[in-house]
């Protein structure tokens, strides 16, 4: 499969629609529409894919670093620890912590969309929105770019 960038050029260049290089076969007029709905599914389902994947990701990333970071306040507790090193760990488990929601977040915030309770309009956010936003879940409490009404926004992912 060619970069997205690409594919129009490339077809212009072949005298191609984007629907048969994508079908890669020469479509006969009949068949046409039939074809291009496939390949519409295949993306969507391709997207869906990718999504689920990218969930799996920040769950891993946003557990690994709560846990990092609970293990490192765990450590402060040993009595015996000097100062300076009690200093450089709190520190750095924060340092885990606050780097690790942040990237979770961000996988968040491109992956997917947020739907207002009050319009059903359906955007993405922006990611200092995502940042700072009240959340239970995966719910968030946001603003809605259309409505401007604020409400409890469902995460919806494909
Ligand atoms: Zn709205």
Redesign the pocket.
Known sequence: MPDSSLMLKLCNELDISVNELLSGEVIEKANYNKKAEQNLLGLAKLEEIQNKKMMMYEMVIGSLSTISFLALMFTLSLPTMKTMVRIIIFILAFLILILGISFALKIETETGYYE?K??H?KYVPKYLQVYFAMHCGTTRYLK?P??H?RSWNKKIYY
Request: net charge positive.
């Open positions: 207002c009050k319009c309009n809605c259309k409505c009404k």
